[in-house]
């Protein structure tokens, strides 16, 4: 159900009017009932006939009940407005600084997972942000993406109200790990905000060198589960195609064992003969990083692919119905289905030595495009 600032409002001054016995304006329910400034009401009315989804705050709620109260006007009915308006929307805590520079910021957009847009961000943002303590001490949140996945940034700071207009590029001279220079364009979303942070926190988001320390998070439905992965892929997971374009390989990387054992265990049925193992990087600088890799199913990502189509395009694809079907055959031990048929073989001993035969049914299990 949609309960509107604009509603609220309208039911509000109805009790009131007809608790007084007569008609309110704007100007008398602010001044008369509210004791604030005459323009107090209106300029709340042309804010959410300008937005819609315009919010009022827990703060300023608790200071007209205590008004209310004290004129002795609040009562079961106005209760019942307050505590409606309350269960249907999400109300911030109080008027933030950073609402000047985004008015629609969605300060607790990520307090509660109970869509898989959230879930899909949440993941993302494990892969590719940060949050930290800036200079001043406040929680800073931070994302930087390449150029070419800008994608994910104007749909990411729409899903959270961010203003497009505060997005930097950045275009910088570095050197790659075997010390050879390019340019590097990114993207960067930046801003602090102590309550879209601590809702981070509270879905397990680490504050600060976060790599080799995250864990899955729980959710309520496999659903979640899925495109989490799928927004944690989307950041730090790679896809190779054979000669034809065809997916040959997926897997995810992390600098923390246990999250990737977090999410064996989530997935268990698909990923249960896949194993953990270790890839080495060494930088420029000669600093060896390790990393602990995990390989993904073609059946789990076709799962994912199909649980939520708004992902990164370049990492989109699906497994063909061959691939799965070596794939489950390895993970069971069974044989391989034979590749030919009768007809075929019959052919092929005209053709060919038995050991021929072998070789070419061989190349057929491994390479069946």
């Known amino acids: 159900m949609n309960y509107t600032t604009l509603q609220f409002l309208e039911d509000l001054k109805k009790q009131l009017s007809y ?117 001043d001490q406040q929680l800073v949140i931070n994302v930087e993406i390449g150029v070419k996945d800008g994608f994910l940034i104007k749909r990411f700071i729409k899903a959270i109200g961010f203003n497009p207009r505060k997005v930097k590029y950045r275009k910088r001279v570095r050197y790659n790990d075997k010390g050879e220079i390019y340019t590097s364009r990114t ?33 309520t439905r496999r659903g979640y589960y899925l495109v989490f992965l799928l927004g944690y892929f989307d950041g730090d997971g790679y896809i190779k195609k054979n000669s034809k374009g065809k997916i040959s390989n997926l897997t995810i990387k992390s600098k923390s064992k246990s999250f990737l054992e977090d999410i064996k265990s989530e997935f268990k049925s698909d990923l249960s003969h896949y194993k953990i193992v270790i890839d080495k990087k060494a930088k420029k600088d000669g600093i060896v990083e390790e990393y602990y890799v995990l390989t993904l199913s073609g059946f789990l990502f076709n799962e994912m692919m199909k649980n939520y189509r708004d992902s990164l395009p370049r990492k989109r694809g699906y497994f063909s119905d061959s691939q799965i079907e070596r794939q489950q055959n390895i993970k069971s031990n069974q044989p391989y289905k034979f590749k030919f048929s009768k007809k075929q073989l019959i052919q092929l001993v005209k053709e060919l030595t038995f050991q021929q035969i072998a070789d070419l049914h061989v190349k057929k299990v491994w390479n069946p495009y």
């Open 187 to 219: 993207f960067t979303v930046r801003f602090k905000n102590k309550l879209f942070a601590k809702n981070l926190i509270e879905k397990d988001f680490i504050v600060g060198k976060k790599a080799a320390k995250i864990r899955l998070p729980t959710f």
């Open 19 to 135: 608790q007084i016995n007569h008609y309110i304006s704007s100007e008398y329910f602010s001044v008369k009932i509210l004791n604030q400034k005459k323009k107090h009401i209106e300029m709340i009315l042309f804010r959410t006939r300008k937005d819609s989804k315009y919010l009022l705050t827990e703060e300023l709620l608790t200071k007209w009940i205590s008004e209310l109260r004290a004129n002795k006007h609040f009562n079961s009915n106005l209760k019942d407005i307050f505590d409606k308006y309350r269960k249907y929307n999400d109300l911030p805590g109080g008027r933030f600084k950073i609402l000047r520079y985004h008015p629609n910021l969605k300060l607790n957009y990520f307090k509660k997972i109970n869509n898989k847009d959230k879930s899909y961000w949440l993941g993302w943002l494990f892969a590719e942000g940060y949050l930290y303590h800036g200079k």
